[in-house]
């Protein structure tokens, strides 16, 4: 079972990018897809976007459309959520999470990372 290790969150202005990072190991980690989620404080926890095993699929839920961009890196380990126009709304703790697919992991992912806060003030 995968293993990950979300990092990169912190706290930045409106308008300012952000990059996430996630890095994830263990066997047969690589063969999985990847995803990231995030729960603001008192909501529940929100699909933001997705991507195959290979790097070739993606997709992105109504929160994570526009503005946030999903990549990966196979070779690193490591899957990306690139944040642009941060706004105070997308305040919250952003999870990183690994399933077989990328068609199914927004229901239920198999292997949750512990999460990193963004926080988004001026």
């Known amino acids: 079972q995968a293993r990950l290790v979300e990092s990169g969150g912190g706290l930045v202005q409106p308008g300012d990018s952000l990059r996430l990072s996630c890095e994830y190991s263990g066997r047969t980690a690589s063969r999985h897809a990847m995803a990231w989620f995030r729960q603001a404080p008192g909501k529940g926890r929100e699909f933001l976007a997705a991507i195959s095993v290979a790097g070739d699929r993606l997709k992105y839920g109504d929160s994570g459309k526009g503005r946030f961009t999903i990549s990966r890196e196979n070779a690193k380990n490591t899957v990306y959520l690139e944040m642009r126009d941060l706004k105070p709304e997308d305040t919250a703790v952003y999870y990183c999470?690994?399933?077989?697919?990328?068609?199914?992991?927004?229901?239920?992912?198999?292997?949750w990372g512990q999460g990193t806060q963004v926080t988004v003030s001026s």
């Open positions: 999470a690994a399933d077989l697919s990328e068609r199914t992991i927004q229901y239920r992912p198999s292997v």
